[in-house]
């Protein structure tokens, strides 16, 4: 079983950064996942903001925060980031990160097969 643990959401104001982190915890290993960062924001369907390949090599990212928000793993660690800069109140939300047994980058909600608990981000103006 895969458990994810986030951290670092919380209050911004627009213009401030945040990281997030999500811990994967596990007997499996890590590097056979590609990970996901997913927004929910009040009242609207969860989407997917970033994704990143098992390596590290391929990385996606929505045009909304495409030069703003910047993922990437240490397999070390076991840890996927989410490095998010020039936020604006639209980057409001539950963020989620999620594993898929994919290694490459898939974009699909269904294609990711476990889910951390999501953390708040708020971000005023």
């Known amino acids: 079983q895969v458990q994810l643990v986030e951290s670092g959401g919380g209050l911004a104001q627009a213009g401030d950064s945040l990281r997030l982190s999500c811990a994967f915890v596990s007997k499996g290993t890590f590097i056979n996942y590609s990970m996901g960062w997913f927004r929910q924001a009040p009242g609207k369907e969860r989407e997917l903001v970033a994704a990143?390949?098992?390596?590290?090599?391929?990385?996606y990212y929505d045009d909304s925060v495409k030069g703003r928000f910047t993922s990437a793993r240490d397999n070390a660690k076991n840890t996927v980031y989410l490095q998010m800069a020039s936020l604006n109140p639209e980057d409001t939300g539950i963020y989620y990160c999620?594993?898929?047994?994919?290694?490459?980058?898939?974009?699909?909600?269904?294609?990711?097969?476990?889910w951390g608990q999501g953390t708040q981000v708020t971000v005023s103006s």
């Open positions: 999620a594993a898929s047994e994919y290694t490459v980058i898939v974009r699909q909600i269904s294609q990711y097969n476990y």
């Open positions: 990143i390949s098992w390596n590290g090599d391929s990385k």
